[in-house]
Protein backbone atom coordinates (compact mmCIF):
# COMPACT_ATOMS: atom_id res chain seq x y z
CA UNK A 1 0.00 0.00 0.00
CA UNK A 2 0.91 3.50 -0.68
CA UNK A 3 -0.48 6.58 -0.12
CA UNK A 4 0.37 9.97 -1.13
CA UNK A 5 -1.11 13.66 -0.48
CA UNK A 6 -2.22 15.19 -3.04
CA UNK A 7 -3.83 18.29 -1.28
CA UNK A 8 -5.02 18.93 1.82
CA UNK A 9 -8.01 16.79 2.49
CA UNK A 10 -7.17 14.52 -0.45
CA UNK A 11 -5.16 11.42 -0.66
CA UNK A 12 -4.35 9.02 -3.19
CA UNK A 13 -3.79 5.32 -2.67
CA UNK A 14 -2.81 2.41 -4.48
CA UNK A 15 -2.99 -1.09 -3.71
CA UNK A 16 -2.68 -4.80 -5.33
CA UNK A 17 -6.85 -5.63 -7.29
CA UNK A 18 -7.34 -8.95 -5.90
CA UNK A 19 -8.50 -10.09 -9.58
CA UNK A 20 -5.53 -9.32 -11.68
CA UNK A 21 -3.81 -12.06 -13.17
CA UNK A 22 -0.76 -10.79 -15.31
CA UNK A 23 -3.27 -8.82 -17.62
CA UNK A 24 -1.25 -6.76 -20.11
CA UNK A 25 -3.34 -3.87 -20.60
CA UNK A 26 -3.68 -2.52 -16.80
CA UNK A 27 -1.23 -2.65 -13.95
CA UNK A 28 -1.71 -4.90 -10.81
CA UNK A 29 -1.51 -2.16 -8.10
CA UNK A 30 -4.97 0.14 -8.90
CA UNK A 31 -5.54 3.79 -7.78
CA UNK A 32 -8.12 4.79 -4.84
CA UNK A 33 -9.15 8.46 -3.39
CA UNK A 34 -9.89 9.51 -0.23
CA UNK A 35 -11.07 13.35 0.01
CA UNK A 36 -12.17 15.58 2.92
CA UNK A 37 -15.32 17.56 1.99
CA UNK A 38 -16.98 20.00 4.03
CA UNK A 39 -19.87 17.76 4.97
CA UNK A 40 -18.43 14.18 3.98
CA UNK A 41 -15.60 12.08 3.59
CA UNK A 42 -15.11 10.97 0.05
CA UNK A 43 -13.84 7.55 -1.23
CA UNK A 44 -13.89 7.26 -4.48
CA UNK A 45 -13.23 3.62 -5.37
CA UNK A 46 -11.99 2.34 -2.42
CA UNK A 47 -9.99 -0.86 -2.46
CA UNK A 48 -8.65 -2.56 0.98
CA UNK A 49 -5.10 -3.77 0.85
CA UNK A 50 -4.63 -7.60 1.15
CA UNK A 51 -2.49 -8.08 4.13
CA UNK A 52 -2.54 -4.78 5.21
CA UNK A 53 -5.87 -4.54 6.32
CA UNK A 54 -5.06 -3.56 9.46
CA UNK A 55 -2.83 -0.94 9.05
CA UNK A 56 -5.01 0.42 6.21
CA UNK A 57 -8.48 0.42 8.37
CA UNK A 58 -6.35 2.09 11.59
CA UNK A 59 -5.09 4.98 9.35
CA UNK A 60 -8.68 4.90 7.68
CA UNK A 61 -10.78 4.86 11.32
CA UNK A 62 -7.65 7.74 12.24
CA UNK A 63 -8.71 9.91 9.99
CA UNK A 64 -12.92 9.29 9.94
CA UNK A 65 -12.62 9.68 13.54
CA UNK A 66 -10.87 13.04 13.77
CA UNK A 67 -13.01 14.44 10.77
CA UNK A 68 -16.56 13.85 12.38
CA UNK A 69 -17.88 13.79 8.90
CA UNK A 70 -19.98 10.97 7.51
CA UNK A 71 -18.85 8.88 4.79
CA UNK A 72 -19.76 8.38 1.19
CA UNK A 73 -18.81 6.02 -1.04
CA UNK A 74 -18.18 7.20 -4.85
CA UNK A 75 -17.56 4.68 -7.61
CA UNK A 76 -16.28 6.18 -11.32
CA UNK A 77 -17.64 2.47 -12.72
CA UNK A 78 -20.01 -0.21 -11.62
CA UNK A 79 -17.35 -2.80 -11.96
CA UNK A 80 -15.59 -0.60 -9.43
CA UNK A 81 -17.15 -1.86 -6.55
CA UNK A 82 -13.73 -3.12 -5.28
CA UNK A 83 -13.95 -3.02 -1.22
CA UNK A 84 -17.41 -1.09 -1.04
CA UNK A 85 -19.72 -3.53 0.95
CA UNK A 86 -17.12 -3.80 3.64
CA UNK A 87 -16.41 0.12 3.84
CA UNK A 88 -19.95 0.82 3.47
CA UNK A 89 -20.86 -1.39 6.28
CA UNK A 90 -18.19 -0.38 8.55
CA UNK A 91 -18.68 3.49 8.63
CA UNK A 92 -22.39 3.31 7.94
CA UNK A 93 -21.61 4.91 4.42
CA UNK A 94 -23.83 6.38 1.57
CA UNK A 95 -22.94 4.67 -1.85
CA UNK A 96 -23.55 7.12 -4.86
CA UNK A 97 -24.98 5.20 -7.94
CA UNK A 98 -25.11 7.58 -11.46
CA UNK A 99 -28.85 8.51 -10.99
CA UNK A 100 -28.28 10.10 -7.40
CA UNK A 101 -26.21 13.07 -7.96
CA UNK A 102 -27.72 14.98 -4.71
CA UNK A 103 -26.26 12.34 -2.53
CA UNK A 104 -22.52 14.11 -3.78
CA UNK A 105 -20.44 15.66 -1.63
CA UNK A 106 -20.38 19.46 -1.46
CA UNK A 107 -17.47 20.16 -3.84
CA UNK A 108 -17.64 17.01 -5.97
CA UNK A 109 -19.10 17.01 -9.92
CA UNK A 110 -19.49 14.30 -12.02
CA UNK A 111 -18.35 14.35 -15.69
CA UNK A 112 -19.95 11.92 -17.82
CA UNK A 113 -18.57 11.01 -20.86
CA UNK A 114 -20.69 10.97 -24.09
CA UNK A 115 -21.02 7.84 -26.24
CA UNK A 116 -21.36 5.09 -23.96
CA UNK A 117 -23.69 3.66 -21.85
CA UNK A 118 -22.00 1.30 -19.61
CA UNK A 119 -22.02 3.93 -16.55
CA UNK A 120 -18.06 5.13 -16.67
CA UNK A 121 -17.92 8.69 -14.94
CA UNK A 122 -15.32 10.98 -13.63
CA UNK A 123 -15.28 12.95 -10.54
CA UNK A 124 -13.99 16.76 -10.44
CA UNK A 125 -13.11 17.86 -6.90
CA UNK A 126 -13.86 21.27 -7.32
CA UNK A 127 -11.93 22.62 -4.37
CA UNK A 128 -8.55 20.89 -4.87
CA UNK A 129 -8.97 21.07 -8.92
CA UNK A 130 -8.50 17.08 -9.16
CA UNK A 131 -10.12 14.64 -11.80
CA UNK A 132 -10.54 11.23 -10.67
CA UNK A 133 -10.99 9.03 -13.28
CA UNK A 134 -11.96 5.04 -13.97
CA UNK A 135 -10.49 3.98 -17.42
CA UNK A 136 -11.46 6.52 -20.25
CA UNK A 137 -7.98 8.08 -18.98
CA UNK A 138 -4.97 5.49 -18.11
CA UNK A 139 -1.35 6.82 -16.92
CA UNK A 140 1.12 6.33 -19.49
CA UNK A 141 4.88 7.01 -19.52
CA UNK A 142 4.11 10.19 -17.35
CA UNK A 143 1.14 11.07 -19.36
CA UNK A 144 -2.21 10.06 -20.21
CA UNK A 145 -3.89 7.88 -22.06
CA UNK A 146 -7.23 7.70 -24.13
CA UNK A 147 -8.89 4.37 -23.60
CA UNK A 148 -12.48 4.29 -25.22
CA UNK A 149 -14.40 1.53 -23.60
CA UNK A 150 -15.03 -1.60 -25.82
CA UNK A 151 -18.83 -0.55 -25.09
CA UNK A 152 -18.37 2.55 -26.90
CA UNK A 153 -21.37 3.65 -29.47
CA UNK A 154 -20.12 7.62 -30.70
CA UNK A 155 -16.67 7.61 -30.57
CA UNK A 156 -16.85 10.81 -31.77
CA UNK A 157 -19.65 12.41 -29.25
CA UNK A 158 -16.44 10.76 -26.51
CA UNK A 159 -13.85 12.46 -28.03
CA UNK A 160 -15.96 15.82 -28.19
CA UNK A 161 -16.87 15.43 -24.46
CA UNK A 162 -13.37 14.80 -23.24
CA UNK A 163 -12.28 17.95 -25.03
CA UNK A 164 -14.50 20.23 -22.42
CA UNK A 165 -12.45 18.75 -19.73
CA UNK A 166 -9.79 21.22 -21.15
CA UNK A 167 -12.52 24.04 -19.79
CA UNK A 168 -12.16 22.69 -16.00
CA UNK A 169 -9.15 24.20 -13.69
CA UNK A 170 -7.88 20.91 -13.02
CA UNK A 171 -4.23 20.74 -11.43
CA UNK A 172 -4.35 16.52 -11.52
CA UNK A 173 -5.57 13.84 -12.92
CA UNK A 174 -5.78 10.49 -10.44
CA UNK A 175 -6.55 7.58 -12.68
CA UNK A 176 -7.31 3.71 -11.54
CA UNK A 177 -5.07 2.17 -13.41
CA UNK A 178 -0.96 3.76 -14.12
CA UNK A 179 1.06 6.77 -12.71
CA UNK A 180 -1.40 10.10 -11.91
CA UNK A 181 -0.59 12.88 -13.44
CA UNK A 182 0.58 15.93 -11.06
CA UNK A 183 1.86 17.87 -12.96
CA UNK A 184 1.42 19.79 -16.72
CA UNK A 185 -1.85 18.17 -16.32
CA UNK A 186 -3.21 20.52 -18.90
CA UNK A 187 -0.93 19.75 -21.75
CA UNK A 188 -1.12 15.68 -20.53
CA UNK A 189 -4.53 16.00 -21.41
CA UNK A 190 -4.63 17.83 -24.66
CA UNK A 191 -1.53 15.75 -25.53
CA UNK A 192 -3.96 12.34 -24.70
CA UNK A 193 -6.62 13.63 -26.45
CA UNK A 194 -4.09 15.29 -29.93
CA UNK A 195 -4.90 18.62 -29.90
CA UNK A 196 -3.33 21.87 -28.79
CA UNK A 197 -4.77 22.23 -25.31
Not at 65 to 91: D, F, I, M, N, Q
Not at 147 to 155: E, F, G, H, V, W
Amino acid sequence: MEITQIAPGLRYWTAPHPEWRGATDWPEDVGCVYYEASDAIALIDPLVPEGEGDEFWALLDAAIERSGLPVAVLLTAPWHERSTPVVAERYGATVWVRESSDLLPTGVEVFVPAGSSEGQVAFFLRPPQALVVAEFFMGANGGLRVCPSPALIDKDAFDESLRTLLDLPIECVLVSHGEPVLHDRRRRIAEALGTDG
